[in-house]
C-alpha cells in the first residue's frame, strides 16, 4: 500500500509541476490571466511554497498591471505626457503582447521627437528610421490564449474521464492514508489545506430609503473594439453617444439598447462626445486634428472642422448655433453651426489647449491649457477677458457654476482653485488631494463641488468658503471621471481599476461599489432624469446602469 500511495504521490507531484511551469511560462508572456488558470487547477493540498509564491506574485502583478492601464488610460486622454512613457515600458515588462500600448507607447516616442525637432534639440531622443505614422487599428488587449499542455497519462492505472481527477484522486490518497495510518510528515505537507485569511468587508453606509442604493446593469453596449473614451445622453434622455479609440462614435437607443448609427469618418481616436442643447446634433473632437458635426437623426456628417494637431475638446454654444474646439496646435476655435465656417481663432495660449467649457448663459468661453493657465474669452468678439494664473503646473479641467459666476479649475499641481468669472480674482485654493487633480463637476445647486484624482480620492468641498467637506475614500484606483445625480444627493466616480462607486453627498458615506465592467472606468454621466447612469471604460464597452432606490 505504502508503494502504491508513493507512486500516487510522485505523479500528482509531477503533474503539479507541470502546471506550475505552464503558469511561469503564461506569466512571462504576460498572459496573468492564463496563468492564474493553470495555477487554480492546481488542488489546495498540492500547493506548496513555489505556487504560494508565484500566486502572490500574480495577484501582486495583476493588481499593477489595472492601476497602469487605468493610468496610461487616464493620462492618454488628458495629454499627461510627462512619465507616460516610463508608464507605457513598466507596462509593457507585464503584458510585452499589448498591441494597443505598443502603439501608444510609439505614438508618445514619435510625439516626442516631433515636440524636439521643433525646439531644435534630439539630444537624448532615438533616431526615428522613417516618417512618423499614425497607430495601427487597434487589436485585443491579448492573442488568443495557447492551448494548454497535455498532462502524461499515468502509466500504472487507466482512469476513466472525470471533471477533477487530482481532486478525486486527492481523496483516494487521504482515505488510503488513514486506513493504514502512514502519517508521513511530507505527505501532512502535502495535504494540509490552505486556509485563506478572512477578510472584513468595507463598511458601507444604511442609506435612507430615498437615495439611490445601487446599480443594475440594463444594457452592455459592445460594438466598440478599442476604449470608451466618452459618453453623453441626449437632452431627452432618448439616446446615448459613446466615442472611442477604435476611431467611431455610435449612438444608442437607451430603451433597448440596439446601435441606431455608426458615425464613420474620424482616422485617430475620439476624444470627446457632445450633444446640442435641442438634441438634432452631435459633435465629436479627435486625434486627427478634426472636430466634425453630425446629424442625430441619421447619423449624416454635417460639417468638419480642421486643426493642426489633436483636438483635445470640443462644446457647443448653449443656443446651439456655434461650436468651440480645443487643440493641441494651442488655438481655440469657434466656428458656426449653421454653415461651418470659422468665427474667431483664440489665440494666446503657450501651449496645447486640453478643455474648454461655455458659461450657462453662452458670454464666455473658459479654457485651459498645459501652459499653467486658463483664460476667459468673450464668445461675441472672440477677444481675451481673463488670464488666470497661479497654478504652477499644466491646468486639465475647468467648469463653471450653475450660475456661471464661479469658474473652478484644477490639474498636476494638485491643487482645486475657484475663480470669479466677472473679474478674475482668485476665491479660494482648495488643498488636500495628494497627486494630479483631474474631473469636477459642481452639484445642481452649485454649493457644492467634487474632485477626482490620482490619489485614489474624491473630494467634497463647500464653494462659499472652500472648505474641505468630506474625503471619499476607498477607491481601489485613481478616480477617473464623476458625475452629481441630478438631485445633487448622490455622487457617482469611476477609477482606474474597475469600480463604479456611489456616494451619499451629504454624510460622504459610501452606497454601493460596483465591479461588473471591468477596466478603467473612464467616463460616467447620469441621464437627465437620474434613472440611468452611463459609463465607459477599457473593456471597450460602454454600460447603461438603472438607479435602484
Not at 474624491?458 to 467637506?469: E, T
Request: aromatic content about 6%; hydrophobic content about 35%; charged content about 20%.
Amino acid at each position: 500500500t505504502w508503494n502504491r500511495l508513493r507512486g500516487e504521490l510522485a505523479e500528482l507531484e509531477s503533474q503539479r509541476n507541470q502546471l506550475l511551469q505552464a503558469a511561469r511560462e503564461q506569466a512571462d508572456n504576460g498572459h496573468l490571466s492564463a496563468a492564474r488558470k493553470y495555477l487554480a487547477r492546481i488542488p489546495g493540498p498540492m500547493q506548496n511554497e513555489e505556487t504560494r509564491q508565484l500566486a502572490e506574485n500574480l495577484a501582486a502583478a495583476t493588481a499593477e498591471v489595472k492601476q497602469l492601464a487605468g493610468e496610461i488610460q487616464y493620462a492618454a486622454r488628458a495629454r499627461l505626457y510627462d512619465g507616460l512613457e516610463q508608464k507605457l515600458n513598466r507596462y509593457l515588462e507585464l503584458k510585452p503582447r499589448d498591441s494597443k500600448a505598443v502603439a501608444l507607447l510609439r505614438k508618445v516616442q514619435e510625439r516626442h521627437q516631433r515636440s524636439q525637432a521643433k525646439t531644435g534639440t534630439t539630444a537624448g531622443t532615438a533616431t526615428a528610421e522613417e516618417s512618423p505614422q499614425p497607430p495601427p487599428p487597434p487589436l485585443p488587449d491579448e492573442p488568443a490564449q495557447q492551448p494548454e499542455p497535455a498532462l502524461k497519462p499515468s502509466s500504472k492505472r487507466k482512469q476513466p474521464a472525470e471533471k477533477h481527477p487530482l481532486r478525486n484522486r486527492i481523496i483516494w490518497i487521504t482515505a488510503s492514508c488513514v486506513v493504514t495510518l502512514l502519517m508521513i510528515p511530507r505527505m501532512l505537507a502535502l495535504m494540509n489545506p490552505q486556509h485563506q485569511a478572512a477578510t472584513t468587508p468595507g463598511q458601507e453606509a444604511q442609506p435612507s430609503p430615498e437615495l439611490p442604493t445601487g446599480l443594475r446593469v440594463v444594457h452592455t453596449l459592445s460594438r466598440h473594439t478599442n476604449d470608451v473614451t466618452s459618453v453623453a445622453f441626449s437632452p431627452d434622455g432618448q439616446t446615448l453617444a459613446s466615442a472611442s479609440e477604435d476611431y467611431t462614435t455610435r449612438l444608442w437607443s437607451v430603451a433597448d439598447g440596439t446601435l441606431l448609427h455608426t458615425l464613420h469618418g474620424h482616422s485617430l481616436r475620439v476624444n470627446q462626445v457632445t450633444f446640442s442643447l435641442d438634441g438634432r446634433l452631435l459633435a465629436t473632437g479627435s486625434e486627427d486634428n478634426t472636430a466634425r458635426v453630425w446629424s442625430v437623426a441619421d447619423g449624416s456628417l454635417l460639417h468638419w472642422f480642421l486643426h493642426t494637431d489633436d483636438v483635445n475638446a470640443i462644446a457647443f454654444s448653449p443656443n446651439g448655433r456655434s461650436v468651440a474646439t480645443a487643440s493641441d496646435d494651442n488655438l481655440i476655435r469657434m466656428w458656426s453651426v449653421d454653415n461651418g465656417g470659422m468665427l474667431y481663432t483664440l489665440n494666446g495660449h503657450e501651449s496645447g489647449v486640453n478643455s474648454v467649457a461655455f458659461s450657462p448663459d453662452g458670454r464666455t468661453l473658459a479654457t485651459t491649457s498645459f501652459d499653467s493657465t486658463a483664460r476667459l474669452w468673450s464668445t461675441s468678439s472672440g477677444t481675451l477677458q481673463r488670464k488666470l494664473t497661479g497654478h504652477s503646473n499644466t491646468v486639465v479641467s475647468a467648469t463653471f457654476s450653475p450660475d456661471g459666476q464661479i469658474l473652478a479649475t484644477a490639474g498636476y499641481d494638485r491643487t482645486v482653485r475657484l475663480w470669479s468669472v466677472a473679474d478674475g480674482t482668485l476665491l479660494h485654493r482648495l488643498s488636500g488631494h495628494t497627486d494630479w487633480v483631474g474631473p469636477l463637476a459642481f452639484s445642481p445647486d452649485g454649493r457644492t463641488l467634487a474632485s477626482g484624482s490620482f490619489d485614489r480620492t474624491a473630494r467634497l468641498w463647500s464653494v462659499a468658503d472652500g472648505s474641505p467637506l468630506h474625503i471619499l475614500s476607498g477607491q481601489a484606483g485613481n478616480v477617473l471621471s464623476l458625475a452629481f445625480h441630478p438631485d445633487g444627493r448622490v455622487l457617482a466616480t469611476g477609477n482606474s481599476y474597475d469600480s463604479v462607486i456611489l456616494w451619499a453627498t451629504t454624510e460622504g458615506q459610501l452606497l454601493q461599489k460596483n465591479t461588473e465592467q471591468s477596466g478603467a472606468i473612464t467616463t460616467v454621466t447620469f441621464s437627465p432624469d437620474g434613472s440611468l447612469l452611463a459609463t465607459g471604460g477599457s473593456d471597450d464597452t460602454a454600460r447603461l446602469w438603472a438607479v435602484e432606490r
